[in-house]
T-cell receptor, first 114, second 112 residues
Framework: AQSVTQPDIHITVSEGASLELRCNYS??????LFWYVQSPGQGLQLLLK??????LVQGIKGFEAEFKRSQSSFNLRKPSVHWSDAAEYFC????????????FGQGTELSVKP | DADVTQTPRNRITKTGKRIMLECSQT?????MYWYRQDPGLGLRLIYY???????NKGEISDGYSVSRQAQAKFSLSLESAIPNQTALYFC???????????FGPGTRLTVL
């Protein structure tokens, strides 16, 4: 069965420090891959997505993610974290022929220290 | 701006009551979804609909039913609510051109 694992439940970083959130998936072929952010009390906003092509994708708010087929990973990165980045982050996959049926990871809550 | 809306935004109810959560969208998308979010579990798919006549069960459909009244409307019902259905519920649509999912703001449901 397809699955998504976000190993880190909670991460705390200092403002200005770099960030990497991990995501691993289990699927027989390359699925569609997504990262969403959920600010407190808010819905989900798409940060970036990967379908094919260049394995390094750029998203909104200065985020990027790198797809590594050999590791079945799609880690999210940001060079310098801002206090407003504090939120919960979700990695999700969708099999390419089942568009819209997203399978989500458990989420990683990001706290930012001043 | 085109949008996905959910009503109500918050609801407190008692065990055994019937509850309906409503979702409307102005994006013109034919595919709609219902998810529930629980702490530490992420979002899980309850039901999805590819068009008005095509409704499918998701990962956790037991205890839920849905109705697709029109392309723009997709309702989720809890026939007899129980406390472990306390969760945050999201409606979503799928843009087949962009291959992106758009979420509503969520409905926080508490079953006492």
């Amino acid at each position: 069965a397809q699955s998504v694992t976000q190993p880190d439940i909670h991460i705390t970083v200092s403002e200005g420090a770099s960030l990497e959130l991990r995501c691993n998936y289990s699927y027989g072929a390359t699925p569609y891959l997504f990262w969403y952010v959920q600010s407190p009390g808010q819905g989900l906003q798409l940060l970036l997505k990967y379908f094919s092509g260049d394995t390094l994708v750029q998203g909104i708010k200065g985020f990027e993610a790198e797809f590594k087929r050999s590791q079945s990973s799609f880690n999210l990165r940001k060079p310098s974290v801002h206090w407003s980045d504090a939120a919960e982050y979700f990695c999700a996959v969708s099999p390419y022929n089942q568009g819209g049926k997203l399978i989500f990871g458990q989420g990683t809550e990001l706290s930012v220290k001043p | 701006d085109a949008d996905v809306t959910q009503t109500p935004r918050n609801r407190i109810t008692k065990t055994g009551k019937r509850i309906m959560l409503e979702c409307s969208q102005t994006k013109g998308h034919d595919r709609m979804y219902w998810y529930r979010q629980d702490p530490g579990l992420g979002l899980r798919l309850i039901y999805y609909s590819f068009d008005v006549k095509d409704i499918n069960k998701g990962e956790i459909s037991d205890g839920y039913s849905v109705s697709r009244q029109a392309q723009a409307k997709f309702s989720l019902s809890l026939e007899s609510a129980i406390p472990n259905q306390t969760a945050l519920y999201f409606c979503a649509t799928w843009d087949r051109v962009k291959s992106e999912q758009f979420f509503g703001p969520g409905t926080r449901l508490t079953v006492l």
